[in-house]
């Protein structure tokens, strides 16, 4: 079973830069595609960011340009660089990891894999 833990969430100013951390332990498919997804309540989940196991990403229109996703497979680390950031970026900031492979536009619905607890992004004017 994997286990997903995010951490590096904050509070910055606008144009400020974050850089949260998705730690996985227990069992990784060969095979997955780690989701970074956000939410501020009151509102639909959005997807932000994609990595899959061979390290391919896609973002979404407002991340382009600005957000990174990577990982550091020994440590077993899935990265979301964010630069540039916005008031409107604030939001919890979830990671989840999916068996197979990523499909762009697709946010997985909470419980379905494995995610994480969360991590409080907040972003000031």
């Known amino acids: 079973q994997v286990r997903l833990v995010e951490s590096g969430g904050g509070s910055v100013q606008a144009g400020g830069s974050l850089r949260l951390s998705c730690t996985a332990s227990g069992y990784m498919f060969r095979t997955y595609c780690i989701y970074w997804i956000r939410q501020v309540p009151g509102k639909e989940r959005e997807g932000v960011a994609s990595?899959?196991?061979?390290?391919?990403?896609t973002y979404t229109d407002s991340a382009k340009g600005r957000f990174t996703a990577s990982q550091d497979n020994s440590k077993s680390i899935v990265y979301l660089q964010m630069n540039s950031l916005k008031p409107e970026d604030t939001a919890m900031y979830y990671c989840?990891?999916?068996?197979?492979?990523?499909?762009?536009?697709?946010?997985?619905?909470?419980?379905?894999?494995?995610w994480g607890q969360g991590t409080q992004v907040t972003v000031s004017s």
């Open positions: 990595i899959d196991n061979s390290g391919r990403t």
């Open positions: 989840a990891a999916i068996h197979g492979t990523c499909a762009e536009g697709y946010v997985p619905p909470p419980g379905f894999g494995a």
